[in-house]
């Protein structure tokens, strides 16, 4: 079954290690190994971890002899950054609207009759 890019990069963010991964490469690109370090697991799942957020387009993998480096794909996330800005619009008029209301209520009660 093939899901939808948006879907599959949410799918890879789920999960607290690949989020500790993408963090861990904002510092730089970094090896299985070195990736491996802050986790209590064999570097065949941490391999597993990086093919999940390679096939998202969240990283890239080099190949330079036989280190193969991860690093972030920054446009991996523009699509997502995208989504959730459209979200965050719709939340801040709401918000704002919920402020005027409240402001409204409390113009009203200013006139010092007891509610």
Known sequence: ??????????????????????????????????????????????SKHLKVLEKAGLISRGKEAQWRPARLEPMGMKGMAEWLEYYRRYWDKSFNRLDDYLRKIQKGNDDGKPN
Request: hydrophobic letters at 50%.
């Open 1 to 46: 079954m093939q899901t939808d890019p948006l879907s599959a990069k949410f799918a890879a963010l789920a999960d607290p290690t690949r989020r500790a991964i993408l963090a861990r490469l904002c510092e730089g690109e970094a090896s299985v190994g070195e990736l491996a370090e802050p986790f209590d697991m064999s570097l065949p799942a941490v």
